[in-house]
């Protein structure tokens, strides 16, 4: 038993989608969410960049005693997993990883698809992980510069998913990893698009069993039949926060604390 609560981070509230899958999995567990609103959004930046934003967060979570840090970025996991696991002293756990295998497991005529951002797609972490896992496999990547701001404001999405579908449709692909933790908001406009057909593969379902088997694996987890808690921090605005938030938690948020970038940068 290890009673240290759990980080979790990402570059705004859309690794809120893998937190509640956490939550629903591991509700023993105690969990600590930074959203770094301030530098929003990852997906355009090169990726030293990122990986320096993700850098900074990850030490700062470190510092306040968390037991493992999950990386709920795709842009984040793709530019900065490995070198986070080598320099920090609790387990990191990343979004593409499982997404990965999922899809693998799951094709059925060797053509995997994936909608992400622009950072995650240059990247190239899921092409190499796929193909590691399957060489034969045709992998088509494309990326959605326009989708997470439109979720983030709350606007309709249909007619863009629609355009960025097409190539992964005229590919053939039977499976497509929806490479952003915001995806799973608009689940239902994918699963419209696409159709019963072809398999969608979100991150958050396959990072929780990920977070959860580390636990057990390490004999970790909390006690069971204790309610875990959370909190929040944000380095952007805390009212703007728990407005977006709770649409894409599903649950009240409370107190959310600001934390500066200055803050992160001093914890670096």
Known sequence: MDDRPIGVFDSGVGGLTVLHECLVTMPAEDFVYLGDHARLPYGPRPLDEI???????????????????????????????????????????????????????????????????????????????????????????????????????????????????APLQAAGCDTVILGCTHYPLIRPVFERIFGRDVTLVFSAEETAREVADTLARKGWENEPGRLGDYRFLTTGDPVVFRELGERFLQLPLGDVERVSVSELERAA
């Open 51 to 165: 990986r320096r934003f993700a850098h900074e967060i990850a030490l700062y979570l470190e510092a306040q005693g968390v037991k493992l840090i999950v990386v709920a970025c795709n842009a984040a996991t793709s530019a900065a997993l490995p070198a986070l696991q080598e320099s920090l002293a609790v387990p990191v756990v990343g979004v593409i990883t499982p997404e990965a295998s999922a899809a693998v497991r799951a094709t059925r005529n060797r053509r995997v698809g994936l909608l992400a951002t622009q950072a995650t797609v240059e990247a190239g972490r899921y092409e190499k992980l796929v193909r590691t896992l399957d060489a034969g496999i045709r992998f088509t990547a494309v990326a959605c510069p326009a989708l997470v701001p439109l979720i983030e404001a709350g606007e309709q999405t249909v007619d863009a998913v629609r355009e960025y579908a």
